[in-house]
């Protein structure tokens, strides 16, 4: 069976770096003739461009076997969760400073730096190959002077500690759980774990927040209740069926924040941060501003549901 899969992906690869035929299946996936579980398995290499609605663009460079870069190319540049990214678009064009914690590659950073040529980024990538990627693009689109990138781990404590990594080329679930995240296979390293109140200095407010810690997200927010309490940040933070929901509302609610539910019909104003009860629909918003007419993408107005554990 892995001899067949193998045989499957190298065909797919073959196909894909044919000019010709990269050519037609992106012409059938712009005009949504090409199904997801199709694209979903078409690997891309090469260095591309994405461009946003504003008419900027960024650079961003693929191998096989990064996910981010399959949607991205076959589908643009919100086909890495649309739902999230139409939103968090909105919200980066007026940010002034980003932190994306636990970057990956950088798609988020790329698009904020790309939205806002004022915006300034720090973004936090632990896993070694992936960072190198993230920083590669930082350097093809020549925005080091408004990027820093760290390799470190984002928590509640500051030192070293062990992170488990899965066997794959751009892991996407790298966590801080040594027993690896949902006990996938892979492997540990030591690495540099810091606190955000730690590392970022008190007199340069932070508007805009993403974090993706897989499971740790509540340890992340515990790391920087000195950045909720003089910022306010907007936070998208990710919501999975096992991860520590109640926990991150717990510690958001004591600083006045609101959720909403990023949703493709609509985000929706929630009372509770509960996982989707299909595992489709990930990330929550999660605000103290009164701007959130200015920033929905979807609807005029957001419904409110009350939710029940």
């Known amino acids: 069976m892995n001899e067949f899969k193998d045989g499957v992906r190298f065909l797919l690869r073959v196909l894909t770096r044919n000019p010709f035929v990269r050519e037609v299946l992106l012409a059938l996936a712009q005009s949504k003739l090409l199904p997801k579980f199709l694209w979903r398995r078409l690997p891309v290499e090469t260095t591309f461009l994405v461009s946003l609605p504003n008419g900027n663009s960024f650079k961003y460079s693929a191998i ?43 798609l988020f950073t790329l698009v904020t730096l790309a939205a806002n040529p004022q915006a300034k980024v720090m973004a936090f990538e632990p896993v070694p190959q992936v960072y190198k990627r993230l920083l590669s693009h930082i350097e093809i689109n020549g ?19 062990k992170l488990h990594i899965p066997f794959e080329d751009v892991p996407l679930s790298a966590s801080l759980n040594p027993e690896g995240f949902r006990g996938y296979e892979g492997y540990l390293i030591d690495i540099n774990v810091t606190r955000i109140d730690t590392i970022c200095s008190p007199n340069e407010p932070i508007d805009l927040i993403k974090i993706d810690a897989e499971g740790f997200d509540d340890k992340v927010l515990e790391g920087m209740l000195q950045v909720l309490s003089n910022s306010a940040p907007n936070i998208i933070v990710e919501c999975n069926y096992d991860g520590p929901c109640i926990a991150v509302e717990t510690i958001l609610k004591k600083f006045g924040y609101r959720f909403f539910h990023l949703r493709p019909e609509e985000p929706v104003a929630m009372n509770k941060i509960v996982p989707d009860e299909n595992k489709l629909y990930r990330n929550y918003l999660c605000t103290v501003r009164d701007d959130w007419e200015e920033v929905k993408c979807l609807q005029p107005q957001a419904k409110t549901i009350s939710s029940r554990r």
Request: aromatic share 12%; charged share 25%; proline share 2%.
């Open 64 to 106: 096989a076997d990064d996910a981010i870069a399959r949607a991205i190319f076959w589908c643009g540049w919100d086909g890495w969760e649309p739902e999230t990214m139409q939103v968090f678009y909105k919200l980066a064009q007026k940010s002034k400073l980003f932190l994306d914690i636990g970057a990956n590659t950088g």
């Open 143 to 161: 925005w080091s002077d408004r990027c820093q990138t760290k390799n470190l781990a984002v928590s509640n404590t500051v030192g070293e500690t």
